[in-house]
């Protein structure tokens, strides 16, 4: 099947007619279509159409954008098992997890459908008599949003969904291992009565297309989530072109378990904080902070609940752990485990690619443990982005923060502990943007601000109430009805105060 490019109200190829294939991760075999791979000019095109939506859609009453999004959820809804397993299909997580990541999606729709009905300003008296003082918000532009392939509908929705309801028109650039399911959103969008030029897709590379949207002189606010690396890049140069931009890029998220915990709570949390996605999150547990004292117990039954975990492709009933998303992802996962095993790390479980019968046509590999992990250790401090866990063992919890605390990564952490007061304190001295007690360090919520400290963000949030900050500039009216020149800071303080 061929796929297109939505630029300019219309389903086109790429104007050079190059196309990409994208492929089944966990059976290369199975073709799911190619793609247009696109160039700068098929993003000028883009970005020409996306400013005439712009005006039109500015012009939209916050409430009607609304509704435009409450119907683009009810549609997901809808379509929630089908759109989960074709997610699959291209990206490789079990369904079970597609479906949750639609429904994040869906949530994010709904949340912002009655936004349409706040994004509130304020009212503040005036110093002055007779003169009202107030803020409101207006859109910005056209928005560039750059996405990852790991959550491949819930991510662009965080982007695109209060972007669009803000006001501004967007031009989304998809992972190229994910383009099937940005198409489907975006003919959702158009389904439910959004303005065609309110919304372009342009598919394609990230150094050809991100590339050219960063440097765009008419997008004045870029949205990217992905690598560190790439992140310092796009950030380069939206700080030259003076544009707004939010950052959500890596993490190095860890687990903390304390010899008061509930054992049984904390395997099941971080063999689903570790393994779940492949651990391909940016909120993934890949490391593991356990006290001395349930140390040893902890990680044996770890080792032993990892290995049976069963592999293979997502759309089987049954499998809980699916394929990495391409053959340089399990490359890079493989050279990880070697760098554990030079610098002293033992592997207990896993350290292989996994192979044998319907695995070999994917890229699988196999949940990895890797213990006497020293806070040194590179497999301590860089993403891996896949299915390895650190474990890294510790005195007390004053440590264990003070490792958690020792990367250049700030996204999410996890502390599970009985005592109350530990608790409060670790979500005090923990530098992460999001802290779980008792719950492992994935599973954020649609209506809560995401996002991370120090190399993980540049201080923006997606989600909640906080998004909407970022896809709208604050403007401030005053309004004198007094009928006289009165000047602030000045005729109101006529005497010299001493
Ligand atoms: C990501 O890891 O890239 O909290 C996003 C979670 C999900 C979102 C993760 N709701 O794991």
Redesign the pocket.
């Known amino acids: 099947m061929e796929f297109r490019n939505f630029i300019n109200g219309r389903w086109v190829p790429a104007m050079s007619g190059a196309t990409f294939e994208n492929r089944n991760p966990a059976d290369s075999r199975d073709l799911i279509g190619t793609f247009p791979r696109s160039a700068k000019v098929d993003v000028d095109e883009a970005v020409a159409s996306a400013k005439r939506g712009f005006a039109l859609w500015k012009a939209t009453p916050a409430p009607a954008r609304g509704d435009v999004l409450r119907r683009v959820g009810e549609i997901m809804l809808r379509r929630k098992d089908e759109i989960a397993d074709l997610m699959t299909r291209e990206m490789g997580k079990p369904v079970a997890e597609t479906k949750g990541d639609v429904q ?1 999606g869906i949530d994010t729709a709904f949340y912002a459908a009655t936004e349409g009905r706040r994004l509130f300003g304020h009212t503040v008296p005036s110093e002055l008599r007779d003169k009202w003082a107030m803020s409101f918000r207006r859109p910005i532009g056209v928005t560039g949003l750059i996405t ?1 392939f ?2 491949p509908l ?2 662009p929705t965080w982007k695109a969904f209060p972007a669009l309801l803000c006001g501004n028109s967007v031009v989304l650039k998809p992972a190229e291992d994910v383009p099937h399911t940005a198409t489907v959103l975006v003919e959702i969008l158009l389904e439910a009565g959004l303005p065609p030029e309110v919304i372009q897709l342009v598919h394609g590379m990230g150094e050809e297309v991100g590339k050219a949207l960063v440097e765009h002189p008419d997008v004045p606010v870029i949205s990217f ?1 992905g690598s560190t690396e790439t992140g310092r890049l796009v950030g380069e140069t939206c700080g030259r072109m003076h544009k707004r931009l939010s950052l959500e890029m890596g993490g190095k998220n860890a687990q903390i378990v304390l010899d008061d915990a509930d054992v049984e709570l904390a395997l099941e949390g971080v063999l689903w904080g570790a393994f779940g996605t492949t651990g391909q ?4 547990t890949s490391r593991l902070i356990v006290q001395a004292g349930i140390h040893d117990t902890l990680v044996a039954e770890l080792a032993k609940r990892a290995k049976a975990l069963r592999l293979g492709d997502g759309r089987t009933a049954g499998t809980d752990v699916g394929p990495l998303v391409h053959e340089a992802s399990r490359a890079k996962v493989e050279s990880y485990v070697g760098i554990a095993r030079e610098q002293g790390g033992d592997i207990v479980t896993g350290g292989a690619r996994a192979t044998g019968g319907t695995l070999d046509h994917g890229f699988f590999f196999q949940p990895t443990i890797v213990t006497k992990v020293d806070r040194t250790h590179r497999v301590a401090r860089e993403e891996i982005f896949g299915p390895v866990l650190s474990v890294i063992k510790v005195k007390d919890a004053d440590e264990a923060f003070a490792i958690n605390n020792d990367v250049p990564y700030g996204l ?1 952490s996890s502390v599970y502990t009985r005592d109350v007061n530990t608790a409060f304190r670790a979500l005090t001295l923990l530098d992460n943007g999001i802290t779980y007690i008792n719950a492992p360090t ?4 649609a209506h809560l601000p ?1 996002g991370g400290v120090k190399a993980t963000g540049n201080g923006h949030r997606e989600g909640g109430w906080e998004v909407y900050d970022f896809y709208s500039e604050t403007k401030v009216g005053y309004i004198d009805f007094s009928g006289k020149l009165q000047r602030a800071q000045i005729d109101n303080y006529p005497v010299e105060h001493a």
């Not at 999150?281 to 993934?284: D, L, M, S």
């Not at 994935?442 to 919520?445: F, L």
Request: some cysteine; aromatic content about 12%.
């Open positions: 994040e990852p790991n959550f819930a991510i989530t999150r940016c909120t993934a999410s994935i599973g954020a919520e995401f």
